[in-house]
């Protein structure tokens, strides 16, 4: 932490250097710091290949100007070939620094905790790829991430959030785009009193602990989430989830989603197949809950409970005794076991609700798996024209 703090007062100390230049890190500059102590707006610091980051590490870097850009060498396919291991980063109110093409492996944070980034700037990251790194930053975080990879990141106790997000104003947003989250311990995690919105597009969420959304406005746009464990996201506040799979995941409770608390939202062309769950389905709900979902499939969810109680693979609520009613519109519960969804669930709106998605009998029109009098009464009770 003395380290850290001396890093500090050298960037309020740092000259005014007027244009915008690149700053070669080790060829003109001794390492990131001294490159970053010497750095005005505009500038970029370029990281060779050939950096040893050995000689940052012990004291971290400070940043303490606006609009510079952090980037590393890379090779022809555009890789990056710089990696920083165990470099914390200092970033004060106010700065914005983009991280680009770069390799980050482990590291402790400037609190002394697993951090890459502290302070109370809004770092940028494009194109880096995460290895074996416990956190990234934690605080109030309205960054952009893009087309980044993070990987076997669990931290010391393998309960460490990468991104935990408390903005404080309406205004903020925190962006994810195009990311790949590989074995990763709760990816992101918005806190209960966080606000603005966090918006994940075109994400792949695999082999990790859920995303947790507590606070702000959520939206989920074009992702995956598949073999998750302990469900793959638990959501608590308003949100919009729009064209995503869930597929293969696991948890103790809900397979694929948890709502819980405050959350309210719609699930729009979203697909929940093949998740398992030890003792709820792949959808938990709780009471009292403005749910929508719209032309979504959730279809081969199994719960793995007694099949003589209450709980189902499709949706089940967080109380058995406790109904929640649900809007399904133009959407498709089929093939979940032991049942599509609990008794306590209660459906409204267009909703195809049969035991088999495919496969059914011919004349089988009411999908219980038997041809009999009661589909015949319903073909009369049909007959004439069709619309």
Same mark, same amino acid.
């Given at each position: 932490m003395r380290y850290i703090c001396t890093s500090i007062v050298a960037v309020v100390m740092a000259p005014a250097v007027t244009g915008a230049d690149v700053l070669h890190v080790p060829d003109e500059y001794f390492n990131i710091a001294a490159a970053a102590f010497s750095a005005s707006p505009g500038d970029t610091i370029e990281i060779a290949s050939h950096y040893d980051s050995s000689l940052d590490d012990h004291m971290g870097v400070g940043i303490g100007v606006t609009n510079i850009t952090i980037q590393g060498e890379t090779n022809s396919s555009g890789s990056p070939l710089a990696t920083l291991i165990g470099i914390p980063f200092w970033i004060s109110s106010g700065c914005d620094p983009t991280f680009q093409d770069l390799s980050f492996n482990g590291g402790t944070g400037p609190w002394g905790t697993d951090s890459i980034c502290g302070g109370y700037?809004?770092?940028?990251?494009?194109?880096?790829?995460?290895?074996?790194?416990?956190a990234v930053i934690a605080g109030s975080y309205t960054g952009t991430v893009s087309d980044c990879i993070f990987t076997n990141s669990s931290g010391s106790s393998g309960y460490n959030n990468l991104f935990e997000i408390a903005n404080t104003t309406s205004s903020d947003m925190t962006m994810f785009t195009g990311c790949a989250f590989d074995s990763v311990a709760f990816p992101i995690w918005s806190e209960a009193s966080a606000e603005g919105s966090i918006v994940v597009q075109g994400c792949a969420i695999t082999e990790c602990k859920p995303v947790v959304f507590k606070g702000g406005d959520v939206e989920v746009l074009d992702s995956t989430f598949s073999s998750c464990t302990i469900g793959a996201a638990s959501i608590e506040t308003s949100f919009i989830i729009s064209n995503c799979n869930f597929e293969d995941n696991y948890g103790h409770q809900a397979s694929a989603v948890s709502l819980q608390g405050d959350a309210s939202g719609t699930f729009l062309n979203c697909t929940f197949a093949d998740n398992l769950s030890h003792t709820r389905g792949a959808i938990q709900v709780e009471t009292s809950m403005d749910i929508v979902l719209s032309n979504c499939v959730i279809s081969d969810n199994t %719960?793995?409970? *007694?099949?003589?109680?209450?709980?189902?693979?499709?949706?089940?609520?967080?109380?058995?005794n406790q109904p929640v009613s649900i809007l399904l519109d133009d959407s498709t519960l089929c093939n979940n076991s032991p049942a599509n969804m609990d008794c306590s669930v209660q459906i409204s709106g267009t909703v195809t609700n049969t035991p088999a998605c495919t496969n059914q009998c011919m004349g089988d029109?009411?999908?219980?798996?038997?041809? %009999?009098?009661? *589909?015949?009464?319903?073909?009369?009770?049909s007959w004439g024209a069709c619309p």
């Open positions: 700037g809004s770092p940028n990251f494009t194109r880096c790829l995460f290895e074996d790194v416990p %719960n793995l409970a *007694d099949p003589s109680g209450a709980d189902a693979g499709g949706i089940t609520t967080y109380m058995w029109t009411d999908g219980n798996g038997v041809v %009999n009098i009661e *589909d015949l009464l319903n073909m009369m009770g």
